[in-house]
């Protein structure tokens, strides 16, 4: 398996080792880089595909100090560094989202472009409701564990009896995660507010939501305004989990959104070279 260290931990990662542009697909909470198979298998023949397992989760170890947004960040520009790569195409679900919007607030020069699922900036207004399920999942999991956590959100990820074998694979991964990570990243979470950072980036970006997520339609499109070069897609029919639930609907997304902006870029190389 592949590793790489930063600051002594070794951190798992996946490289198709495809002829395209790169692509970092970074997982939510409680995931791993291997979640993100119908991607990596839809993708990967136009594609460089990178998969990253956050601290405690998948096969990276776990996190000895604390932990932010930016320390999930500085661990996905560590991967990209570790592999040459000076710009990637980066995508993230939920957790993932919330780093790519990190990057995207203090290291828009290592992007190519960002893909946000279900996720965005922080919340701002209705903090409080985010404060008081960061308390009440705290609580659940010092109490009865992690797998305990994962059976109360695993119904609500995946509702309908075709989905069993998501909601098994959830399961599975979520138990597997260290609980101290765990609840360090959830404390972050609670924390994380980059609005005023990405209020103006000019990195071209996706905001995918799905019409169930969590977090209304409303919020995303309020964020994206707020971006100088964002575009909302709606994913109909999905959860929180879209990449797994629906991802005919995220690959089409993802590729119609990327070779748009790779031939602008491509074209906007050419021209200067003409020039």
Known sequence: MPYFSRDGRKLHFTDSEGQGEPLLLLHGLGSRGDDWQPQINSLASEYRILTLDFPGHGESA???GPVSMETLAADALALLDHLAIERAHVAGLSLGGMVTMQL????????RTAIVINSGPGMVAGRWRLKLLVVLRTLLIRTLGLPALA???????FPESAQ????EKFLHSIAAADRRTYLKILRAIGRFNVWPGIAGSPVPALIMTADNDYTPVSYKAAYAATMQNAQLSIIENSGHASPMDAPEQCNRNI????RTHTAKEGSLLAQATVD
Not at 104 to 111: C, Y
């Open 164 to 167: 069993q074998p998501l909601r």
């Open 151 to 157: 059976k109360s959100i695993a119904p609500k990820l």
């Open 104 to 111: 995207v607030a203090s290291h828009p020069q290592r992007l």
């Open 62 to 64: 776990v996190a000895s």
């Open 255 to 258: 590729r119609t959104f990327l």
